[in-house]
T-cell receptor, first 109, second 113 residues
Framework: DQQVKQNSPSLSVQEGRISILNCDYTNSMFDYFLWYKKYPAEGPTFLISISSIKDKNEDGRFTVFLNKSAKHLSLHIVPSQPGDSAVYFCAAFHDQFYFGTGTSLTVIP | DADVTQTPRNRITKTGKRIMLECSQTKGHDRMYWYRQDPGLGLRLIYYSFDVKDINKGEISDGYSVSRQAQAKFSLSLESAIPNQTALYFC????????????FGEGSRLTVL
């Protein structure tokens, strides 16, 4: 049973606008959440993370929001750039990592 | 050179053959993992190892085995490959301090005919 879900397989955004990628989880024991970015023919790379004791973490253009009551995580990219076009995986950690199915983001120049 | 190296990068084999995917890392991390990626299913954990003498099953370990030959080396074996093991396989590492951050290899694409 999928404990981490990304319900949008794909997303297209105009360059300069905000990209919002969403993630839902079911296990309230998760204590750490991460986003990974994956380009074709490469392995995923770590992008940003957030502890369960926080509700927001920001790193440059990337901000992750955590709503524990809703068991919902989101990644905001502002402004979006063509180089951000990739597959984004949400992940949650408790004893081991659990990954979502990924959202393919296309930023249109 | 990549910090996490996987070999082979691509492999086509036949049902029933034994296959080994190898992973080596230069990051000095104790923790190593094998994941499998399938379309629509994301990344799923096959096996993981927290040190040389530690091996743990992940959520989809059936049909696979692993060997942690050294701190830097972690190999994944398919003793008798079957077509539904066709997938993209990733090795990853992490350290104890920043256990939440995984460093992935570039992937090994396996096709079982």
């Amino acid at each position: 049973d999928q404990q981490v879900k990304q319900n949008s397989p794909s997303l297209s955004v105009q360059e300069g606008r905000i990209s919002i990628l969403n993630c839902d989880y079911t296990n309230s024991m998760f204590d750490y959440f991460l986003w990974y970015k994956k380009y074709p023919a490469e392995g995923p790379t770590f992008l940003i993370s957030i502890s369960s004791i926080k509700d927001k973490n920001e790193d440059g253009r990337f901000t992750v929001f955590l709503n524990k009551s809703a068991k919902h995580l989101s990644l905001h990219i502002v402004p979006s750039q063509p180089g951000d076009s990739a597959v984004y995986f949400c992940a949650a950690f408790h004893d081991q990592f659990y990954f979502g199915t990924g959202t393919s983001l296309t930023v249109i120049p | 050179d990549a910090d996490v190296t996987q070999t082979p990068r691509n492999r086509i084999t036949k049902t029933g053959k034994r296959i080994m995917l190898e992973c080596s890392q230069t990051k000095g991390h104790d923790r190593m993992y094998w994941y499998r990626q399938d379309p629509g299913l994301g990344l799923r954990l096959i096996y993981y190892s927290f040190d040389v003498k530690d091996i743990n099953k992940g959520e989809i370990s059936d049909g696979y085995s692993v060997s942690r030959q050294a701190q830097a080396k972690f190999s994944l074996s398919l003793e008798s490959a079957i077509p539904n093991q066709t997938a993209l396989y990733f090795c990853a590492t992490s350290d104890l301090v920043r256990a939440g951050e995984l460093f992935f290899g570039e992937g090994s694409r396996l096709t079982v005919l």
